[in-house]
Nanobody, 120 residues
Framework: QVHLVESGGGLVQPGGSLTLSCAASGSIFRIDSMGWYRQASENNRELVAT???????DYGESVKGRFTISRDSARNTVYLRMNSLKPEDTDVYYC??????????????WGQGTQVTVSS
């Protein structure tokens, strides 16, 4: 059993900053990629940022230059530092991780989501 627990969401004014955290726990052999998505519409989750095991990162176009993803592999944790937040960043943010529970068996897990609201 694997769990992803997100934290750090909340209410912030436009131009402000927040840092989200997502910690994985449970029967983990190793973690490959970790990332953040947001619920852009009812049936679509939009990529915010991902980071692979080697530290290589990829960002959605709307957040490039403002958000930074990082990970602490020893703690099985991924972070999302969000700067210069805009009202359109308001959304539920979900953590996703590709987790191996043996040398060749893996599954992609999602966290429960954390609300980010950008408003004055």
């Amino acid at each position: 059993q694997v769990h992803l627990v997100e934290s750090g969401g909340g209410l912030v004014q436009p131009g402000g900053s927040l840092t989200l955290s997502c910690a994985a726990s449970g029967s983990i052999f190793r973690i490959d990629s970790m990332g953040w998505y947001r619920q852009a519409s009812e049936n679509n989750r939009e990529l915010v940022a991902t980071i692979n095991a080697g530290g290589g990162a990829d960002y959605g176009e709307s957040v490039k230059g403002r958000f930074t993803i990082s990970r602490d592999s020893a703690r099985n944790t991924v972070y999302l530092r969000m700067n210069s937040l805009k009202p359109e960043d308001t959304d539920v943010y979900y953590c996703k991780a590709k987790i191996y529970f043996s040398t060749s068996s893996w599954f992609e897990y999602w966290g429960q989501g954390t609300q980010v609201t950008v408003s004055s």
